[in-house]
């Protein structure tokens, strides 16, 4: 075991070691180094390390940079290199690392582990594990047996921040669950989240570990569902916008999560959801509400690639597409698993050329490799020249801004496909585009 050195911190205050700056362990840190606590935060790559160390976020993320920034200056939070220092003389150690999709559909632990074995001789006495990673039911007990240390216990606490508004939903978070067999060891968890006044809920690990995926599942399915139903709206004339104010003023629907759009995406919901369906296959159990929203999902990246087919004359070849938007949705630069990159693919494969723009991208960003079947350019105007359909594919806002009459004249044809619903469809109309969104006539 490591002997720590440094001074004990006041009364109230928790020296914490948080490991993974990505976009859950980054606000986490911040937001924890924000209510007063000792951070002190492990990433391996050191791109990330440099740029944090420079005083900037890695990530975009509203308002992270200014709460680093202000945890590093009060010396609130530091960052390391590697989680054995950082773990070092820690009370709790919160584990934010990846959970990748494995070949199987189910999630990889193998960053868990590697974390957990590499800390293991470092622990303080009697420290907290505090598992914020997404992970299958039995990933506690598998840190724990890792960890191989009695006197070190293992909690799950789910995170459920959204990309984009990390900061205030860490601030604020909707609940807090803790999951622990050990119910002292859980409440010290929660007392960490007093100050957000969040309802916490403290359940058994299992339950806790089944809740983050249980959330993404409903989260998912809700999404489908209203995907689904702008196609019937297509189908029978009807306004899919319309319909979503007509079901979402009813509070046992709510608005939440009922855009229709291209398909979901992201570093979650697609992997969380095909965990699921491993987690359930392994139980003997069949979740088809899930494969349902699974294959629903891959359903409407097909429509929309089809919507771009019709607007683009019923054939890709010697076509252009310019498509605005790469992220998996607006305020983030997060493409993993990006609707818009798995629908320009589909595009290319057809046999399509891309121009894309988006906020988070520029032409050096050009080599990163899943960029390679697209030409960034740095401006949606230079994006969008000579092609023959306009794809909008990502809620920035700023495309709603754009000047349409420039650009009627800078196109080879003027045909947008609205994926996001986001355009003012008589404006563009009047302007001589053909326009077909999502659901709307
Ligand atoms: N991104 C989200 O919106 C979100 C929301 C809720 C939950 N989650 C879950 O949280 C977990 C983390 O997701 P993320 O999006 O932050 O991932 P990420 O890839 O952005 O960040 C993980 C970071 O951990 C670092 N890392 C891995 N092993 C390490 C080690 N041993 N020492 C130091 N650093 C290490 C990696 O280099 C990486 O920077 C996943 O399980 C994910 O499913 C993500």
């Known amino acids: ?35 007063g606590h000792m951070v002190t935060l492990a990433e391996r790559d050191e791109r990330r390390l440099e740029i944090l160390r420079q005083g900037r976020s890695p990530i975009v993320e509203h308002g992270l940079e200014e709460m680093l920034k202000d945890g590093m200056s009060t010396g609130r939070l530091r960052t390391v290199r590697s989680a054995a220092e950082a773990v070092v003389g820690a009370e709790f150690v919160f584990l934010c690392v990846e959970t990748p999709q494995s070949a199987d559909g189910s999630a990889d632990l193998s960053f ?28 506690v007990g598998l840190i724990e047996r890792v960890l191989g240390r009695a006197d070190v216990v293992t909690v799950s606490n789910p995170e459920f921040l959204r990309e984009g508004t990390a900061v205030a939903d860490s601030l604020s978070p909707d609940r807090v ?31 806790s570990e089944l809740i983050k995926y249980a959330s993404n599942a409903f989260l998912a399915t809700k999404l489908t569902f209203i995907n689904t139903m702008a196609g019937l709206c297509e189908a029978v004339g009807a306004d899919v916008l319309d319909l ?21 995406g992201g570093s979650c919901l697609p992997k969380d959801t095909a965990a699921l369906v491993a987690i359930s296959n392994a139980a003997g159990y069949d979740v088809s ?16 690639v089809a919507k771009i087919a019709t607007a683009a004359g019923g054939t890709f070849r010697d076509r252009t597409i310019g498509v605005l938007g790469l992220s998996f949705k607006a305020n983030t630069g997060d493409r993993r698993d990006s609707p818009a990159l798995s629908i320009t693919k589909m595009l290319v494969a057809a046999g399509a050329s891309i121009r894309a723009f988006d906020p988070t991208v520029t032409t050096a960003d050009a080599d990163q490799p899943d960029l390679a079947h697209v030409t960034v350019f740095d401006s949606a105007y230079e994006a969008v020249t000579g092609t023959h359909v306009i794809a909008l594919l990502t809620e920035w806002q700023e495309f709603r801004w754009l ?20 355009l003012e469809s008589g404006l563009v109309h009047r302007l001589g585009f053909s326009y077909s969104g999502i659901g709307r006539s």
Request: glycine share 12%; hydrophobic share 45%; charged share 20%.
């Open 244 to 264: 979503v104010l007509g079901i979402g003023y009813d509070k046992r629907i709510g608005f939440e999560f009922l855009r229709p759009g291209p398909g979901w």
């Open 1 to 35: 075991m490591t002997t720590d050195r440094s001074p004990m911190p006041k009364a109230g205050v928790r020296r914490i070691a948080v490991v993974g700056a990505g976009y859950v362990g980054l606000p986490t840190a911040a937001v924890l180094s924000h209510h």
């Open 403 to 422: 000047d349409y009459s420039k650009i009627r004249g800078l196109v080879a044809n003027p045909a947008i496909v609205d994926a996001r619903n986001l």
């Open 112 to 139: 868990i582990t590697a974390a957990a074995s590499e800390i293991a001789p470092h622990l303080a006495d009697g420290a907290i594990i505090v598992n914020k990673s997404t992970v299958p039911v039995g990933t």
């Open 177 to 207: 669950v803790v999951g622990a067999d050990d119910r002292e060891a859980a409440a010290r968890v929660a007392e960490l989240f007093g100050d957000s006044g969040a309802p916490v809920v403290i359940t058994d690990a299992t339950t």
């Open 289 to 304: 509400i899930v494969r349902g929203a699974i294959s629903g999902n891959d359903e409407q990246m097909r429509r929309v």
